[in-house]
């Protein structure tokens, strides 16, 4: 799978987009695999038969407008809301059933899921003792965010750039081979902006893999390479991001043909 | 399962919540025993029995009462907070992140059983003595009130987490565990149905007994202390079974 880049590409288009009818043929190496994911409330479906897989080393954005289901599906995903039906693996298992899943797993959901009373470092460090990290990782994810110096503030002084980058540290202390961030660009400055692109690329070139979601297109757009357009529950596109654009189009004008496309 | 734990340990020392709330448990402790051993007409504190309802069982009943807030406040906090999604995410069986949250907080419960007993004996046996009232305990009935004080505490802490597991919502699950001790388990179990028919059997009214309050309604310490702990194993699996199976929001 790491032989031919072109080949492993060209993997990755064909994964993305099989249907459920084809789950056989699915690389047995996915990093995620979710099949026919569906999530209903009462009478909502908020997720509506999702089928897609990611390949190690990519970094996929995964797209729509608010309410589109892209929460709810990472929700799935970690384990925190069951399917209604379909299944979401991680590394070929079922999130709540993976070993020590902070040190595969990291992922931030919200910007602000913090005790304010607790200072960063010490949020930190209940998270290392709950996975069985050495606390002198705490220091190493500090310095990585470049949170160090204000580590011993508590949380209620923090700016909203420096609880993104607290999320963040602690998605990392188990130094992940999968990050999964929900909105991670909200309310960043350009330069927290800028700092989170060129940390995702960094992340993925050692062969990770980054599932991002947003709703805001032009941050993700310089830093994936694969995009995935949800709306109304439903998968509208998943492709190579220069597939996506390749006649000339931005993916702003792609996103929004689709988009339209789906709601008539 | 230690890795939990240590993790819910260090979570409650690493804020001040605990803090405040056993400073605020203290003193609402010696506000109520002063009150009462200064206040209430000597005729009421002419047996040992009488003395300890009367008096000194406030230290059990107000230290039970903050522990059930304490322990409903490790689970509830986390979901005010959103700390439990990172929780979560860390370990994803929630089963064993509620056991820990229970063990947790009926470690530092026992602390507050413990303190809110000795203060309520101290205060009670020094507002006594400066009435020139003869305090009737013995050394058993005092390490009975202490005792008893720490092991109800410790069973609360239990019911609260429990509690705040199955109500999620931090105000309705505080609200609700105030209203239980104060109104409810008192005024209707108590009055209405008899305290000797179906209140002596309430998990508050068998957290008193097992200090060793009102001996002649109430049920003996341990048969008390077992029925607490039914109580609490109890409410803590249906809190466990609650967390791991609805959705996070």
């Known amino acids: 799978m790491t032989g031919d880049g072109a080949a492993a590409r060209a993997m990755v288009d064909r994964d993305l987009l099989e249907t459920s009818a084809s789950k056989d043929i699915l690389p047995r190496d996915a990093v995620v695999r979710v099949q026919g994911l569906t999530k209903r409330y009462d009478d909502v479906l908020a997720v509506d038969d999702i089928t897609f897989s990611l390949e190690p080393g990519t970094v996929t954005g995964f797209l729509g407008p608010n309410g589109a289901g892209k929460t709810t599906t990472l929700r799935m995903l970690l384990g925190l809301a069951e399917p209604t039906s379909g299944e979401a693996l991680v590394f070929g298992r079922r999130y709540r059933e993976l070993d020590q899943p902070a040190r595969r797993v990291g992922a931030v959901l919200e910007s602000n899921d913090f005790d304010p009373g607790r200072s960063g470092r010490d949020h930190l460090r209940a998270l290392a003792l709950a996975a069985g990290i050495p606390s002198s990782r705490v220091d190493e994810v500090l310095e990585l965010v470049e949170l160090a110096a204000n580590a011993d503030r508590r949380v209620r002084t923090y700016s909203l750039g420096m609880r993104q980058r607290l999320g963040l540290a602690a998605a990392l202390l188990g130094d992940p081979e999968l990050l999964v961030l929900d909105e991670p660009a909200n309310g960043l400055d350009p330069v927290g902006v800028h700092w989170l692109r060129s940390f995702l690329r960094r992340f993925a070139e050692g062969g990770r893999t980054v599932l991002v979601s947003s709703h805001l297109l032009a941050e993700v757009a310089q830093a994936v390479d694969q995009v995935m357009i949800i709306e109304g529950g439903r998968l509208v596109a998943a492709t190579r991001l220069d597939e996506l654009t390749r006649g000339g189009q931005t993916l702003e004008e792609v996103y929004l043909r689709l988009i339209a496309r789906s709601a008539s | ?249």
């Open chain 2, 1 to 249: 399962m230690t890795a939990a734990l240590r993790a819910e340990l260090f979570k409650q020392r690493s804020t001040r919540t605990g803090l405040g709330l056993f400073g605020a448990m203290l003193v609402l402790i010696l506000f109520v025993v002063l009150l009462h051993g200064l206040g209430v007409d000597a005729g009421n504190f002419d047996s040992s029995s009488k003395q300890i309802s009367v008096l000194f069982g406030w230290g059990e009943y107000l230290g039970a009462l903050f522990a059930a807030l304490l322990g409903a406040m490790s689970i509830t906090g986390e979901i005010r907070h959103g700390t439990i999604r990172p929780t979560f995410l860390v370990n994803p069986r929630r089963q064993r992140v509620v056991a820990a949250k229970v063990w947790a907080s009926m470690l530092i419960a026992t602390g507050f059983g413990f303190a809110a007993g000795a203060v309520a004996a101290g205060a009670g046996t020094a507002a006594l003595r400066t009435r020139g009232i003869n305090v009737l305990l013995d050394a058993g009935d005092y390490t009975l009130l202490i005792a008893g004080s720490a092991a109800a505490a410790a069973l609360w802490a239990a019911i609260g987490v429990g509690v705040g597991a199955i109500v999620r919502n931090q105000v309705p699950a505080l609200v609700g565990i105030v209203v239980w001790f104060l109104f409810v388990e008192n005024l209707l179990v108590g009055d209405l149905a008899g305290v000797g028919a179906v209140g002596r059997l309430m998990p508050a009214a068998a957290g008193k007994a097992i200090s060793g309050q009102n001996p002649e309604t109430l049920l003996a310490p341990t048969v008390a202390l077992a029925l607490l702990a039914l109580y609490a194993a109890a409410i803590a699996v249906a809190g466990a079974r609650a967390a791991s199976r609805r959705d996070v929001a």
